[in-house]
Structure formats: structure tokens, C-alpha cells
């Protein structure tokens, strides 16, 4: 609809507006949400791996076997954690309303008129008032010194002057003056509502932990078909044969069996613990005053290798502050008084911008000027100008450049050097001008300025920089992450403030030279630091191609105009001050605006992803060991050596309880890539030992012609046993709080083996003697083959992660180690070596004396208890023999600790026996060289501080 002067003057009509009603063209805006409730959860419940979880558990339901349907019990636990975490981003996103104004103000009929936003239509004469927000978006109609804040669309901080013609851009906010504009469009096709159906498209954030283990279930979806029914086929086949397994029932065990085979195939507990892991990390996030809109965010900014910051609202505060006038010789004390009269009459005027009203404490009003004639500010001449009637000639203020041309810039004057040397500090500066000349009526209309302007006074400004700003780049810097600021602001200004926080950046650059190819642009990206002049659009296409080359980027910002980027970016971090789109799309909000907390988010962010790599080489150490299990069993059709039940008893007291324990442990060590490889590397060797040890037993047991409960009863001892120590050794480095765990989880499965009522609910029995001495020898096998495993991990796959980035000091190479040096390093790996022979023995003596419970004539608990204690005492020995060989002080003192107890206990023999005891003489004296050895120089130089041990490096 043309404007045509009727309609100017009165605004639409009520027939015209029930007709754009008709035909659609409202402002209502109804995005489409970013992910229905019915999506999300079919999502997270109806999947393969949930549908092979809840099969299973249907299954041993109707066969009336629900004691081995446990498992289903993390499925559950998995479907709602996924669940809940999407719909809490699907909530922030529907929140999503760049339209803050509750009503409109539209002219109709000839009368103004409030209206709800989304009632406007199109070609709607809106009245802008200050302090009102543009419902949509609009082509200025009248305007008397009307001024637009579009800062937050745009990036460009300045408030810009509006004229007859000139595009209004709906969620701006009028500053100053007044106008009209009609609407030119609505709804969807509004710059601020294409701003919000782009935010609203639905992305997870990148996740390498959770990427990763969903390829290895995956890997296992692909395989569970076959190995499923490859055990099926072996279980029916030991039960009695198709002949007579239906007919007899026994295809209810054989079922039984194969869902056992297949549920310890799938780590239901990895996801879990993950989900668990991110949600602790986001509850601890959130008493630091930062919000995860995303659970894996906690996780993404430890892998962010570039952060880009916008500058308004984010190094700075989004304010201009004064910071001082400086006179240009020769002015007099006359002019001086004049020139502050008329800087107190610029700060108090009623349509004074942000620039001037900063200057108002400096400069205070007192005695008021009457203006005589005025030339208001205009962002396109960048001055303004104002003649008083008490005071002579006229006083201009604005861009030096702009009033005085190439005088402003130049070596040559006065006013080029002051203004040069203060604008290379990074200051904004304008200048005040004098002329003898008063406005007159042609210089108002034509906006020109009079005759004999000289240049009085320049001022400088700042923007006020977050005092945490400075603080926080340079711990990115210290952490070698990359810093690109990009704003929508001068290049200039940009990169004064980036200097202002600590960054070396000599000048910014222009976004309107940005070559158009992708390819280039990420050449520029990768060449410079300070971009200014940046569109919406420009922001976006800068985080892809960052990301184009390999860089996982984080993006910072307050205003609409940055919401795209942070929505394509890895990491999105929003102000809370910000606008709502900028928050619901981000995946981390900084509830008070302070940038010093993104350190605490990438020290959690660590820690996640550490811990989580350790505990994934549990889970995942199970499921190799399952695989391989099936699928051996089923080739050399063998009944499945564990009850669902017995498995639940060994993945929850040797896997889930403590991982859960172990993932929310302090961990500092710096994120490297790879975390499947790293995983894989110890889980899968790992697993072919356990697979390959039961498979051992289960042939030796049928050797000795027990029956299936005694095999399964011995199977699960050593899995028990062996799956304490694969803990132990994915716990190092151990500290007293890690002790602690592996000891408890000892203790209770002690329990589980001794109460009655737990044996009988998972069926354990007397392995006999035979068994129980073949089962004791293949545990001591099995646990020195896993820490010769872990040996040759730590070796060959984690030794890059070990040095300066870990903060360990590596120790000298033996090349240039001195004499002394050579006789600590002998001493400490012999005295290692001892250690892990005596905790071999002793934790195969350990398990003999506690099989010796099923004895009939025995008391239980006597057997229990001491074949558990000496048991456990190996395993201890052996993880700090692991600790002293690394020069681990806590290791140290315990080792002193056991050979302490070893003297004791020789005295006693000694004092109170019939006979001198050469044995216990030589076990003593040979326990008190070691002690002095290790707590005498050079070989106590080897050992760190106690307090500060972790019986190893600082990795996964």
C-alpha cells in the first residue's frame, strides 16, 4: 500500500484492517517449535538399543524370572535422564520472544491506539515514542529527532538517527524523539522473527563423550543379531537339544542364559553415568551462577580451542563512560567557563545520546542557557551544533574528522596530533568547536555549519571494559586457546578495547572487505584477531569457517545480532543480560554477566571428560569381555557361565557404584582428542584376559565334572575379584578417598557372598576344594596379566598426555642421571617388584582361605572374614607396589605402613614363640632395610609430598 497522505495523517481504517486479518498479514508469529514432546521421547525410548533392553526385560518377566531383570532398571533410568534433558532445551527455545513490548502503539481512524504486537498488520501506521520497541518492521514515515537503539539486531552500539524513508527494524527500541512508520513487514517475514526461526532449529550441542559412546552401541547394535542367536543356538543345544528343550522346559534356562549373554554385551551403565556426569557438572555450574541449557555443554567448552567474543555486552558492559577534556593551547579562562557552560547544556538535553549524557557528572548544569537555534545530532554528519542567547557565537560538537575535515588528522595541527595521539590510546574522541557566527535560519535548514569554526576542546570517552574481561582472556591465553573479537562496531574502537583487556592487536578489520569465498575467509579468520563492521550474517559464516578448519569454537555475546552465531557455534555462551533469543538458543548463560566463571566451566568441562574416560574403560572392559564370551560359548556350544542376576552382582559392585564415585572426582587433566581410541586400547586387551581366563576356568571346571551352579559360583568370584582389580587399577592415581571406594566395594561383595539370603537369591554354592584352588591360581594369572595391560597403556597410549600440560615433571633420562639417581631408581623397582609378588600371593592365599567358608565343619564368617582381609591386603599391595614404582609419596607411606605390620607381627612370633624363628628374624630385618631405604636419600628424593600424591600422573 502506497503511504498516501490520508493515511499518514490517519492510519488504516477498521475495514482495511479486518482485511489483512483475513488474508493473513498479522504480526502473529507461531514458530515451529523446535522439537514436539512426541519426538523427543520417541527419541530417547523407541530405540534400537532401548527396544533390544526392554525385549529382554519382557522376556525374563513372562518366564517368571523377573531376580534377572535388573538390568532393565538403567534402560529406564537412561530413557528418562535423555528425556528430561531435551525437554529442558526444548523449553528454553519456546521461551524464544525477541518481542518484549507488551503493547503497540498504531494510529487508526485518526486515533492513536494500544494494541497487542501481534495484532499489527500490515502497512500499519506505527507511533514511535521513546521507550518504545518497533513491533515490526517498518519504513520511518515522520520523524523529529527520532533516535533507534539497534544495537541488538546489529551489533553497531550507537543509537542511529532516523529520517523520512529510512527502515525501523522490528525488537529496536526508540532512545530519543519521535515519529511514525508503517509496517512494511510482519510476522515470519520481520527481521527479528527470521531471526527466531533460525535460532529454533533444533540442534544437540556436540559431544565427543557422547558421539562416542553411541558408536560403540552402535558397533554393538550390529552384532548383539547374530552373537544373540549364535548363544541361543549353543544354550538350547547344552540343555537337551530342539528334540527336547521345548517339550522339558529347559528352553526357559537356555532363554535365561542368552539374555545374559546379551544384556552384559550392552554398557547401559556408560550412558547412564555420562547423563549423571553432565547433570552433577551443570548443578555445580549453577551455584557458580552459570546456567547449562545442555547438559553435554559442560563438557564441550574444555574441547573449545577458540572463543569468539562480541564486544558490546560482553568485554564491555554495553555503556560509554567520560574520561577527559583536554584543551587545546591558548584558550583562555573566558572560553574555558563558555566551553563548560556549553558541554553542561549538551549533557542535559532532552535528546542528549549516550555519549553526551556520560559527561553530565563532569559537567553540571549551573545556570541553564536558552537556545536561541540548534542543529541536533545526526549519526550520518556525526555533529551537532547550538547557538545560546546569552552566550555569543555558536558551539559544535561532534567526530573531529567530520567538523574539521583532514585538519583532524593530520601531523600538521595542533587539534591532527592531540587528536592521533589520544584516538592510538584507544579513547573515543570528539571535539568541541567555537565559531564567532551564530546559526541562522538557512544554516538550521540546510544543517551547515557557520563560518570560522575553531576547534576549542577534545574530549575522549571509553567504554567501561567487564573488570573480568582481562582476567579471563589471558587464562584462555595461558590454555592456548584462540581469541577472535568480532563486533558490529568501528574496527578501531574494537580493537582499542581489545588492547584495553590484554590482547597485542595492532588495528581491526574492516568486515566489508571479507572476501565472499569460505575458503578465504577461514585464511583471514586464521590471520587476524579483531574484525569490526560485522553483520548477523558475516558472525555466522565467521564460526563455520573457523569450524571448517578443524576448530571447535565458542561463541560469547548479548544482542539478537550474535544469536546465529551462537547457534551455529559449538559452545554458545549468552550474558544474562542479553536478549531472550541470545539465552535460549546459547548452550551456557552467565546468570551475572561475569566472564570470570568460564574458567570454572572448563575446569568442570575437564573434569567430566577425564573421569569419564576412565570409567568408559570399565564399561567397556565388560562389554569386550561379554562379546567375546558369547561368542566363544556359542562356537564351542558351552553353557553361559553366569546367571543375569550374578552379572548384576559384579557390574554394580566392580562398575557402576564406584564409576559413579569415580566420574564426579576432582580431575584437572587437560582435554586431548581421542578419547575412544584411549579407551579402546586398554578395554579391548583387557577384555580378551577376562574372556580368555573364564573361558579357561569353565574348561577346567568341566574337567573336574562340578555342576552348573558351582561353575557359575567360581565364574563369579572371579569376576568379582578380577573386576576389583581392573578398578584398582583404572582408579590410580589412588588417594585415600579412592581407597576407600575399592575397599568398600570389597567389603560388599563379601557381604553379598556370606549373607544367606543373598546366596541363595543368586544362587551361589560351595565351589569345592578342587575348583576352588584351580580358580585362585587363574585369578593370580588374570589379575597380572591386567596390570601388565595397564602397564603397557600408560606406556604407549597415555604417555603423550603425561608432562607439562599435566602438570607432572618428567623425571631425567637415564642417560644423564648421576650415580645416586641410578641407585634410587634400582632400589624403588626392586622394592616394586617384591610388592607385586607378595600382593599376587596374597591375594591367592586370600581367596583360598575364603573358599575355605563352604566347608561344612567351618564358621562362614571366620573364612569370610579373613580370606577377605587377606585378599584385600594383596590387592592394596599391589596397587602401591604400582605407586612406588612412579614415585608416589601416599604409595610410600603405605608400603611403610603393610612392612610396619610385618615387623610387628614378626616380634610376636619371635617374643612369644617356643623356638628363635629364623623366618620371622629375616622377614623383619629385611622389612626395617626397606623402610630405611625408602626414607633415606638419594631414594626418598624419588617421592613427592604425601599430601600432594596421587600415586601417578594426572591421567585418565
Known amino acids: 500500500m502506497e503511504s498516501t497522505p490520508d493515511v499518514v495523517a490517519t492510519g488504516l481504517t477498521r475495514a482495511e484492517v479486518a482485511e489483512r486479518v483475513a488474508s493473513g498479514k498479522t504480526n502473529a508469529f507461531v514458530a515451529d517449535t523446535s522439537r514436539s514432546a512426541w519426538n523427543i521421547v520417541r527419541a530417547n525410548v523407541f530405540t534400537l538399543f532401548n527396544g533390544i533392553v526392554f525385549a529382554c526385560f519382557l522376556v525374563l518377566f513372562l518366564v517368571g524370572r523377573w531376580q534377572d531383570a535388573l538390568f532393565g532398571l538403567a534402560a529406564f533410568a537412561?530413557?528418562?535422564?535423555?528425556?528430561?534433558?531435551?525437554?529442558?532445551?526444548?523449553?528454553?527455545?519456546?521461551?524464544?520472544?525477541?518481542?518484549?513490548?507488551?503493547?503497540?502503539?498504531?494510529?487508526?481512524?485518526?486515533?492513536?491506539?494500544?494494541?497487542?504486537?501481534?495484532?499489527?498488520?500490515?502497512?500499519?501506521?506505527?507511533?514511535?515514542?521513546?521507550?518504545?520497541?518497533?513491533?515490526?518492521?517498518?519504513?520511518?514515515?515522520?520523524?523529529?529527532?527520532?533516535?533507534?537503539?539497534?544495537?541488538?539486531?546489529?551489533?553497531?552500539?550507537?543509537?542511529?538517527?532516523?529520517?523520512?524513508?529510512?527502515?525501523?527494524?522490528?525488537?529496536?527500541?526508540?532512545?530519543?524523539?519521535?515519529?511514525?512508520?508503517?509496517?512494511?513487514?510482519?510476522?515470519?517475514?520481520?527481521?527479528?522473527?527470521?531471526?527466531?526461526?533460525?535460532?529454533?532449529?533444533?540442534?544437540?550441542?556436540?559431544?565427543?563423550?557422547r558421539s562416542s559412546v553411541n558408536r560403540v552401541l552402535k558397533w554393538v547394535s550390529w552384532v548383539i543379531g547374530p552373537v544373540g542367536l549364535l548363544v541361543l543356538n549353543a544354550q538350547i543345544i547344552v540343555t537337551g537339544g530342539y528334540a527336547t528343550v521345548f517339550s522339558s522346559g529347559a528352553w526357559v534356562q537356555a532363554v535365561v542364559n542368552t539374555i545374559a549373554?546379551?544384556?552384559?554385551?550392552?554398557?547401559?551403565?556408560?550412558?547412564?553415568?555420562?547423563?549423571?556426569?553432565?547433570?552433577?557438572?551443570?548443578?555445580?555450574?549453577?551455584?557458580?551462577?552459570?546456567?547449562?541449557?545442555?547438559?553435554?555443554?559442560?563438557?564441550?567448552?574444555?574441547?573449545?580451542?577458540?572463543?569468539?567474543?562480541?564486544k558490546t555486552g560482553t568485554l564491555t558492559v554495553g555503556e560509554i563512560g567520560f574520561d577527559e577534556a583536554?584543551?587545546?593551547?591558548?584558550?583562555?579562562?573566558?572560553?574555558?567557563?563558555?566551553?563548560?557552560?556549553?558541554?553542561?547544556?549538551?549533557?542535559?538535553?532532552?535528546?542528549?545520546?549516550?555519549?553526551?549524557?556520560?559527561?553530565?557528572?563532569?559537567?553540571?548544569?549551573?545556570?541553564?542557557?536558552?537556545?536561541?537555534?540548534?542543529?541536533?545530532?545526526?549519526?550520518?554528519?556525526?555533529?551537532?551544533?547550538?547557538?545560546?542567547?546569552?552566550?555569543?557565537?555558536?558551539?559544535?560538537?561532534?567526530?573531529?574528522?567530520?567538523?574539521?575535515?583532514?585538519?583532524?588528522?593530520t601531523d600538521a595541527t595542533e587539534l591532527g596530533r592531540t587528536v592521533t595521539a589520544l584516538?592510538?590510546?584507544?579513547?573515543?574522541?570528539?571535539?568541541?568547536?567555537?565559531?564567532?557566527?551564530?546559526?541562522?535560519?538557512?544554516?538550521?535548514?540546510?544543517?551547515?555549519?557557520?563560518?570560522?569554526?575553531?576547534?576549542?576542546?577534545?574530549?575522549?570517552?571509553?567504554?567501561?571494559?567487564?573488570?573480568?574481561?582481562?582476567?579471563?582472556?589471558?587464562?584462555?591465553?595461558?590454555?592456548?586457546?584462540g581469541i577472535r573479537i568480532i563486533s558490529g562496531d568501528n574496527p578501531r574502537t574494537v580493537a582499542a578495547i581489545a588492547r584495553e583487556v590484554g590482547l597485542d592487536v595492532a588495528e581491526g578489520f574492516d568486515a566489508r572487505q571479507l572476501p565472499e569465498d569460505d575458503v578465504e575467509l577461514a585464511d583471514v579468520l586464521d590471520q587476524h584477531t579483531v574484525f569490526g563492521r560485522v553483520t548477523p550474517e558475516q558472525k555466522k559464516r565467521m564460526v563455520t569457517a573457523l569450524q571448517s578448519h578443524g576448530h571447535t569454537v565458542a561463541m560469547t555475546g548479548d544482542g539478537v545480532n550474535d544469536a546465529l552465531a551462537i547457534k551455529a557455534a559449538d559452545i554458545g555462551i549468552a550474558m544474562n543480560s542479553g536478549s531472550p533469543a541470545t539465552k535460549a538458543v546459547a548452550r551456557l548463560v552467565l546468570l551475572d554477566g561475569q566472564f570470570s566463571h568460564l574458567p570454572d566451566v572448563v575446569a568442570e568441562g575437564r573434569q567430566v571428560i577425564a573421569n569419564i574416560e576412565r570409567v568408559s574403560m570399565l564399561f567397556l572392559n565388560k562389554t569386550v569381555y561379554a562379546t567375546l564370551l558369547a561368542i566363544i560359548f556359542g562356537v564351542f556350544v558351552l553353557e553361559f557361565p553366569f546367571l543375569p542376576r550374578q552379572l548384576s552382582i559384579t557390574d554394580g559392585l566392580t562398575i557402576g557404584i564406584p564409576a559413579f564415585f569415580l566420574a564426579l572426582m576432582p580431575n584437572a587433566a587437560r582435554y586431548v582428542p581421542g578419547?575412544?581410541?584411549?579407551?579402546?586400547?586398554?578395554?579391548?586387551?583387557?577384555?580378551?584376559v577376562v574372556a580368555l581366563g573364564l573361558t579357561w576356568y569353565t574348561f577346567v571346571a568341566r574337567g573336574l565334572g562340578v555342576h552348573e551352579e558351582q561353575l557359575r559360583t567360581g565364574a563369579t568370584v572371579i569376576l568379582a575379584v578380577v573386576g576389583i582389580w581392573v578398578l584398582a587399577v583404572l582408579a590410580r592415581p589412588l588417594n585415600r578417598f579412592k581407597v576407600l571406594v575399592v575397599g568398600a566395594m570389597f567389603v560388599l561383595l563379601i557381604a553379598v557372598f556370606t549373607i544367606p539370603l543373598a546366596r541363595e537369591f543368586f544362587v551361589l554354592v560351595d565351589p569345592g576344594e578342587d575348583l576352588a584352588v584351580a580358580l585362585s591360581g587363574i585369578t593370580i594369572v588374570m589379575v597380572a596379566a591386567i596390570e601388565v595391560v595397564r602397564l603397557l597403556h600408560r606406556r604407549f597410549v597415555l604417555t603423550p598426555v603425561v608432562g607439562p600440560a599435566s602438570g607432572r615433571t618428567l623425571e631425567p633420562s637415564a642417560s644423564h642421571a648421576t650415580a645416586p639417581q641410578a641407585v634410587a631408581g634400582i632400589v624403588t623397582t626392586v622394592v616394586a617388584v617384591l610388592a607385586y609378588v607378595f600382593g599376587i600371593l596374597?591375594?591367592?592365599?586370600?581367596?583360598?582361605?575364603?573358599?575355605?567358608?563352604?566347608?561344612?565343619d567351618a564358621s562362614a564368617s571366620v573364612f569370610s572374614l579373613?580370606?577377605?582381609?587377606?585378599?584385600?591386603?594383596?590387592?592394596?599391595?599391589?596397587?602401591?607396589a604400582a605407586g612406588v614404582r612412579r614415585g608416589s609419596g601416599l604409595s610410600r607411606l603405605m608400603l611403610t605402613i603393610f612392612l610396619g605390620l610385618a615387623i610387628a607381627l614378626s616380634a610376636i612370633v619371635l617374643v612369644f614363640g617356643d623356638r628363635w624363628d629364623w623366618g620371622a628374624a629375616v622377614t623383619a630385618a629385611a622389612a626395617a632395610a626397606i623402610i630405611v631405604l625408602l626414607w633415606t636419600p638419594p631414594v626418598s628424593r624419588r617421592f613427592g609430598r604425601i599430601l600432594e600424591s596421587s600415586m601417578g600422573a594426572t591421567v585418565p
Open 866 to 880: 579373613t580370606g577377605a582381609g587377606i585378599a584385600l591386603f594383596g590387592l592394596l599391595v599391589l596397587a602401591v
Open 675 to 688: 578419547f575412544l581410541r584411549r579407551s579402546l586400547s586398554f578395554a579391548i586387551p583387557s577384555g580378551i
Open 261 to 310: 549373554a546379551l544384556t552384559a554385551m550392552i554398557p547401559l551403565g556408560l550412558v547412564l553415568m555420562t547423563s549423571i556426569a553432565f547433570a552433577v557438572g551443570a548443578s555445580r555450574l549453577a551455584r557458580r551462577q552459570v546456567l547449562v541449557n545442555e547438559l553435554p555443554a559442560v563438557e564441550g567448552l574444555a574441547r573449545v580451542d577458540v572463543v569468539c567474543l562480541d
Open 423 to 481: 584516538a592510538e590510546t584507544g579513547r573515543r574522541t570528539l571535539v568541541l568547536g567555537h565559531s564567532d557566527s551564530s546559526l541562522n535560519e538557512a544554516d538550521v535548514d540546510s544543517e551547515r555549519l557557520p563560518d570560522g569554526v575553531t576547534a576549542i576542546i577534545v574530549l575522549t570517552f571509553r567504554e567501561q571494559v567487564r573488570p573480568d574481561a582481562a582476567q579471563t582472556l589471558e587464562y584462555f591465553a595461558r590454555q592456548e586457546v
Open 78 to 209: 537412561n530413557a528418562i535422564i535423555g528425556c528430561v534433558q531435551e525437554f529442558r532445551a526444548k523449553s528454553a527455545l519456546d521461551r524464544l520472544a525477541l518481542m518484549n513490548a507488551p503493547r503497540a502503539l498504531v494510529l487508526r481512524e485518526g486515533a492513536e491506539t494500544e494494541i497487542a504486537p501481534t495484532e499489527v498488520v500490515l502497512d500499519e501506521v506505527l507511533v514511535l515514542r521513546a521507550g518504545e520497541q518497533v513491533p515490526a518492521d517498518a519504513r520511518i514515515l515522520t520523524a523529529r529527532g527520532l533516535q533507534i537503539d539497534e544495537s541488538m539486531l546489529t551489533g553497531e552500539s550507537d543509537p542511529v538517527d532516523k529520517q523520512p524513508e529510512d527502515e525501523a527494524l522490528s525488537g529496536a527500541v526508540v532512545v530519543a524523539g519521535e515519529g511514525t512508520a508503517q509496517a512494511t513487514r510482519v510476522g515470519a517475514d520481520s527481521y527479528a522473527n527470521h531471526f527466531a526461526g533460525e535460532a529454533k532449529r533444533f540442534s544437540l550441542v556436540s559431544s565427543e563423550l
Open 326 to 409: 583536554h584543551p587545546l593551547a591558548g584558550l583562555t579562562p573566558e572560553q574555558t567557563e563558555a566551553a563548560a557552560a556549553a558541554l553542561a547544556w549538551y549533557a542535559a538535553s532532552p535528546d542528549a545520546n549516550a555519549t553526551a549524557r556520560s559527561m553530565r557528572t563532569a559537567y553540571p548544569v549551573t545556570s541553564p542557557l536558552a537556545v536561541a537555534d540548534y542543529i541536533p545530532f545526526s549519526s550520518a554528519r556525526k555533529w551537532s551544533a547550538v547557538s545560546f542567547e546569552e552566550v555569543a557565537g555558536t558551539w559544535v560538537m561532534g567526530a573531529p574528522e567530520m567538523v574539521f575535515g583532514d585538519a583532524a588528522t
Open 842 to 856: 596374597a591375594t591367592g592365599f586370600g581367596i583360598l582361605v575364603f573358599l575355605g567358608r563352604y566347608e561344612t
